[in-house]
């Protein structure tokens, strides 16, 4: 029989578990406060368990450790890491360090399946979702490696694959990241990005407060279902429906990502588009140049251009910033550091 993933399950789920072997509830809940702490290598550190008990949750059960494979430090102050995964697979995750806060980059899936045609991690196809001690184990894993400076204020789920397409796993992550016993992050400051899952967009409005990202990166059906399959299931009719539905608490905004393509959506025509296609959304608007990478299909647009499109929404009243390109010098872009990886075997 499998061993228990400890750190994939919840508080509430592992007080049911302490019930199940006949303990009390409490005990559940400690284990879970041991096994979230950055400084927590093994059992023999509950010290406010009975030996015979830690050596019963020893035997039960295992943690899922995370192994660092790579650390790039960019003079910029972005770390990104390649993790290990128990079955060899690697994902990867960035601390972005921005003006005066830290911000969490993690992944959710082992490659995506998404196809987005501009994106490092399509091109390395799907492999797997990760479990919950995976992803909130991306967290742990960066604490731990950050240490004890400033501690990060935010997450954001921009990294490796479609956090919506792993929607269990996301969400029971959300609740052991946002547990004051597990890493006590503030659901307010985490963000989840999506490429536009409708179905899954209207239900982690209902099942959560955190705050939603949409990668948006066209303004017409046309250009977009080019660039982002998912467009053909999906449409902007259907996807724009499901943002003003996204129940936002107040002062919060939807972040529409407008990756920046040269000659596929940056004319200026496609800037008064989504003018008036975000209209009546509490939205911000995130220009990202292109990073050109490895990927020699797609163009940066010249920084002057990219200006005039920002100019655009600027004087429609929205809130549009242009991302500046984190980590340049090293592999910071999704995908490319596991793509590096590969290529050393
Ligand atoms: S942009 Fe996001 S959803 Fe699209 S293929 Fe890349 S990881 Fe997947």
């Known amino acids: 029989m499998d061993r228990i993933d400890y750190r994939s399950l919840t508080r509430e789920e592992l007080e049911d578990w302490a019930r199940d072997l006949g303990l009390p509830a409490f005990r559940g809940r400690q284990l879970f406060s041991w096994v979230w702490r950055p400084g927590f290598q093994d059992f023999s550190q509950m010290t406010d368990f009975p030996k015979t008990l830690r050596k019963m949750v020893a035997e039960e059960g295992m943690l899922t450790e995370l192994q660092v494979l790579a650390e790039q430090h960019s003079v910029d102050g972005t770390i990104k890491f390649a993790w290990g995964l128990p079955d060899?697979?690697?994902?990867?995750?960035?601390?972005?360090?921005?003006?005066?806060?830290?911000?969490?980059?993690?992944?959710?899936?082992?490659?995506?399946?998404?196809?987005?045609?501009?994106?490092?991690?399509?091109?390395?196809?799907?492999?797997?979702?990760l479990v919950p001690s995976e992803i909130a184990g991306q967290v742990l894993g960066m604490l731990r490696h950050i240490g004890t400076g400033e501690r990060p204020t935010n997450i954001v789920f921009m990294g490796m694959g479609e956090p919506l397409a792993n929607y269990a796993n996301v969400l029971k992550s959300i609740h052991i990241l946002t547990d004051d016993l597990g890493l006590n992050f503030s659901l307010r400051r985490i963000t989840v990005s999506t490429c536009g899952l409708v179905p899954e967009i209207l239900r982690l409005g209902r099942d959560t407060d955190v705050g939603l990202a949409i990668s948006l990166q066209a303004p017409d059906d046309k250009t977009r279902s080019q660039i982002m399959p998912i467009n053909l299931h999906y449409p902007l009719p259907r996807l724009i429906e499901a943002c003003h539905s996204y129940r936002l608490s107040r002062r919060r905004r939807i972040t529409f990502e407008y990756v920046l393509l040269a000659g596929i959506n940056d004319s200026l025509e496609q800037a008064y588009l989504l003018t008036r296609l975000l209209r009546g959304i509490p939205s911000k608007i995130n220009l990202i140049p292109y990073n050109e990478g490895s990927n020699p299909l797609f163009k940066c647009p010249p920084h002057e251009h990219i200006l005039l499109f920002q100019q655009v929404l600027r004087d429609a009243n929205y809130s549009a910033t242009i991302r500046k390109t984190r980590g340049q010098d090293i592999s910071a872009a999704c995908g490319q550091l596991y793509a590096e990886l590969k290529g050393r075997d």
């Open 88 to 129: 060899g697979l690697v994902v990867e995750s960035v601390v972005i360090s921005a003006r005066g806060h830290k911000t969490l980059c993690i992944s959710s899936q082992v490659g995506c399946a998404m196809g987005c045609r501009f994106c490092n991690t399509a091109r390395m196809g799907f492999h797997r979702h």
